[in-house]
């Protein structure tokens, strides 16, 4: 008879007037055991020992998408993990401290707020061991200005107000988040960024300003010089 830390183990002759069995031992944790194996045959008694490690690997994480340079305040970051003993369900991933949904076939990806300047993105993988692995990239975020455009405005007329008209737009604000100001006062874009302005003017020349200025304090400004004539005809002599 043969037993492995007193579990009896059941033997069969493989043919060639020896005895073979098996044992399975689950390790839950990383670390050594000693195994005793002891065989009786006929009132004789062997016994050995056999000292086994186990230890295992963190998970193999992968970052395949993230840019380095983004004029957006988000980006998404994505990749994939595997791990040779933990099924997927047994791994969890975490970007900036925030879990991820992991994909049955180890994809994930996570969409992350950024900050003006440098971002620090740093992704952790975790098996069912504790075992983790580290990723840690840097995105630089750089702001831009609103984009802004004049369509419409005189260089000279002999109106005493002109109608001001043009489009704002920006790559993180929606337009009707822009603050575009004519001369001073405010103007509210429209859904797709178009505006418009009716500005008085004086005889002579105009000068009108326009800035548009998104949440981030970035300004954008246009200046137009507008000259009003008189057409009164005062000065013709008789």
Known sequence: SVTVDGASI????????QYEGSYVYYFTEEGTRMFTVTAEKAGKT??????????????????????QVSDKDSVTISGTVQDEKDHISGVTVMVN??????????????????????????????????KTATETRTVTFSVGAPQLTILSCP???NQS???????????????SAIIVTVNGSRVSPGGNGTWSKEVRLTEGENT??????????K?????????CVSDSGDDENE
């Open 10 to 17: 059941k033997m069969s002759n493989n043919g060639n007037d």
């Open 46 to 67: 062997k016994t050995v020992t056999a000292l086994v490690k186990y230890e295992t690997n963190a998970p193999i994480l992968t970052i395949t998408n993230c840019p």
């Open 97 to 130: 401290g925030s879990p991820v949904s992991i994909g049955g076939n180890g994809t994930w990806s996570k969409e992350v707020r950024l900050t003006e300047g440098e971002n620090t993105i740093t992704v952790t993988a975790a098996n069912s061991l504790g």
């Open 155 to 157: 260089a000279t007329t």
């Open 161 to 175: 107000t002109i109608l001001l008209q043009g489009t704002v737009s920006d790559n993180n604000d929606y337009s």
């Open 208 to 217: 009108i300003i326009v800035t548009a200025t998104n949440s981030f304090g």
């Open 219 to 227: 300004t954008t400004t246009e200046t137009r010089t507008v000259i």
